[in-house]
Structures are given as structure tokens and as C-alpha cells.
């Protein structure tokens, strides 16, 4: 039996590292590509360095000729494009460097696979994104609906979307997309609005913080859990044929949602009054009788400033596609579960940080003072 050979791009990020360990675990040689940096940013794939079937090769989605070499090194069975600039907003302030990764760096898989002449051979997922939908044109949105991008990331995206289905058609290639709705977990990047909201709820609820500051409150989302969907990606390439599925949960919940929740789970209750730029999230009752103090004041703020210059207001995913031709289930992890998973674990950092600030506090003094040497 040939052995399942994976190449995942994007392996230091959410999802890359979730994919790694379920591939893992599924017998799957997993190579991850990185870059090189003066800063080391692996701590979410850090457990699975030393773990055998597990390799890390340096490559870049704006080189080809890297991509070229190490395909043709690996010759992987399964390729797993996750690498991007997915953030929105960075998106507005870095067109041109977001371009170039997420449109022409799939552009870039897809040659290397070509020059390698393992078409035949080799399977490909790309992590496409609900943000094609943009301004939506229908709810939900599903395989069907038409897209219409409202943002440099999510034209980038598209450009991503339609390569890989042209060189499906033109080549006859296994390549498929998976149109990624919101999707989150406690390794989500601390710049998304879902990790945001759940470590303020943590540093607020432990004094370490006294304000949080949103953009747009009533955006709705459908936020669904890394580590399920991460299944989803790989169901789709075990499909008897190359189609591209809606990966989302079929729910949809506004950012006022999210954090009301998150910081039920910190222990706070908020009461929201007024409208757009005037809204506010006040605390009306705690858990911890510590927290009194918190009762009355205004905990979370709207600010222009997290408004995009186009704003996405309502994407819902329909999942039907994906549940009845994969057999996947959306629904694995909840919405609640979900929040009260991230708030759980942010709770622990938040509390591991001060005990450590602390531990570095008192060491400073002591060294001061000559006591430690």
C-alpha cells in the first residue's frame, strides 16, 4: 500500500496545525512548509516538532522555484493550501503583498504540481472563503450563489477559487476548493475579532484590562469550530471526485452575540444600549463578588476605527452539500460550546500571564538587590 503523503501550507497557522495533528493521526507523513523569520512564530505546531511523520521545510507561496523544489522533493499525495494574508483588514492597508500570496501564490501550487508532472498523483485542497460572497446577493450561501468579493482579500481569494477550478477542468487535476466560513478556536491569531472579544472578556474579568472596542456589532457571521472543519477539508479529497463545498455550520450570530456570550462565560453580564457609534456594553451583575466594582461601568465600546471601508454584514453558509455527499457533521462543536471553549482557555492565559509578569517582577528585584546572582 502507497503511503499518504501530506504538504501543507500555512502549517504554523489555526487551522494548519489542527490539520497536522488529524492527519497524524490518521498514519499520514506530514510535511509543513515555513518561512524564515528572525521571529519564531511555530508555538501552535511546537508539540508536534520531534513527532515522527512530521518534517518542516523553509519555502515561500512568493517563490516558485521553492514550491517547485520541494514538491518535487516530498512528492506529496495530498496538498493542503492554507497559507494566506487572511486578515480583512490588513488586506485594505497590503493589496498588492495579499495579491500576490493568496491569488498567485495557489497559482503557484498548482505549477509546481504541473512541473513535477504529479497531476495524476496528486490531490489538492484550497482554503477558499465565505468573503467571496461579499455583498451577499442571498441567504444562506451556498455552492450555487453568486459571488460579489468586497474586499483586496476576498478578490484575491477569488482569483484562488477560479485557478483551481480551471486547472481542474483544463488538466483534469484533483484540485477542489472549500469555501470557509468563520471559523475559530483558542489558537485563532489575537488580531480576529472572535479572539479579541474572548481575551478582553478574560483580561477585564481579572483587571488587566478595561475597555474593549469593536467595529460594527450587528455583522453576522456563521462561526464554526477549526478543528471540525479541518475534517471537512480532508473528507473532501477522499471524495470519489474533484467538487468544491460549502464548509460552514448553517448558524449565524451577530458580533453583539459573541460577546455577550464570551462574557457570560468570564463571568460578567453586559446590558447593551444605544445604536452604531453610540452603543455600549455595560456591566450589570458579575459571578466573582471580586468584580463588583465592574457593575455600572461601560465594558465594551463601538469605534469607528475597526469599520472597514466595505463592510461584509451577513454571511450564513448552507452546509447541505458537504452533510449529505461527505457525511460531515457541522454541528461536531457548537456555537456555545464553541465560545465557552475560547473564553475557557483565554481565562488560563490570562491568569498564566500575571503569575509570570510576576515571577519576572519579583526575580528583577531580587537581582536588584543583589540577592540573586
Known amino acids: 500500500m502507497s503511503k499518504n503523503i501530506a504538504l501543507i ?9 489542527y490539520l497536522s495533528e488529524f492527519l497524524l493521526a490518521k498514519g499520514y507523513e506530514v510535511h509543513g512548509i515555513i518561512r524564515r523569520s528572525s521571529v519564531d512564530f511555530r508555538e501552535r505546531i511546537a508539540h508536534l516538532e520531534g513527532t515522527p511523520n512530521f518534517h518542516l521545510h523553509y519555502a515561500d507561496m512568493g517563490d516558485s522555484m521553492s514550491l517547485v523544489k520541494l514538491v518535487g522533493k516530498v512528492q506529496p499525495t495530498e496538498i493542503y493550501n492554507l497559507a494566506a494574508q487572511s486578515h480583512v483588514q490588513v488586506s485594505f492597508d497590503a493589496p498588492e503583498f495579499t495579491a500576490d500570496v493568496d491569488a498567485v501564490g495557489v497559482l503557484r501550487v498548482l505549477e509546481a504540481v504541473r512541473t513535477n508532472h504529479l ?7 484550497q482554503a477558499s472563503t465565505s468573503e ?24 484575491a481569494k477569488l482569483y484562488g477559487f477560479w485557478i483551481i477550478k480551471e486547472y481542474r477542468e483544463a488538466y483534469n487535476m484533483f484540485c477542489c476548493s472549500g469555501i470557509l466560513f468563520n471559523h475559530e478556536s483558542e489558537r485563532r491569531g489575537e488580531t480576529f475579532v472572535t479572539r479579541k472579544i474572548t481575551l478582553a472578556a478574560a483580561r477585564i474579568a481579572q483587571g488587566k484590562q478595561d475597555c474593549l472596542y469593536l467595529g460594527n456589532l450587528d455583522s453576522l457571521r456563521d462561526w464554526g469550530y477549526a478543528k471540525d472543519y479541518v475534517e471537512c477539508m480532508w473528507l473532501i479529497l477522499q471524495h470519489n471526485k474533484p467538487e468544491d463545498f460549502v464548509i460552514a ?5 451577530s458580533v453583539r452575540e459573541f460577546t455577550d456570550l464570551a462574557f457570560k462565560h468570564a463571568g460578567i453580564t453586559l446590558k447593551f444600549e444605544g445604536e452604531g457609534l453610540n452603543e455600549n456594553g455595560i456591566c450589570v451583575a458579575v459571578e466573582n463578588p471580586a468584580n463588583q466594582a465592574l457593575v455600572g461601568k461601560t465594558l465594551v465600546c463601538v469605534s469607528e476605527d475597526f469599520y472597514r471601508p466595505t463592510d461584509v454584514v451577513n454571511l450564513w453558509g448552507d452546509p447541505t452539500k458537504a452533510k449529505n455527499e461527505l457525511g460531515w457533521n457541522p454541528q461536531t462543536t457548537t ?3 464553541l465560545v465557552e471553549l475560547m473564553v475557557r482557555h483565554d481565562m488560563a492565559k490570562v491568569a498564566a500571564d500575571a503569575e509570570a509578569a510576576k515571577v519576572r517582577t519579583n526575580l528583577a528585584e531580587y537581582l536588584e538587590k543583589g540577592i540573586v546572582k
Open 249 to 253: 455550520t448553517g448558524v449565524q450570530h
Open 9 to 17: 501550507t500555512g502549517v504554523t497557522g489555526q487551522d494548519g496545525s
Open 119 to 125: 497531476e495524476k498523483t496528486c490531490k489538492i485542497y
Open 132 to 155: 467571496l460572497y461579499g455583498k451577499v446577493e442571498e441567504v444562506p450561501q451556498n455552492e450555487k450563489t453568486p459571488f460579489h468579493p468586497y474586499s483586496p482579500y476576498a478578490v
Open 335 to 337: 456555537f456555545e460550546q
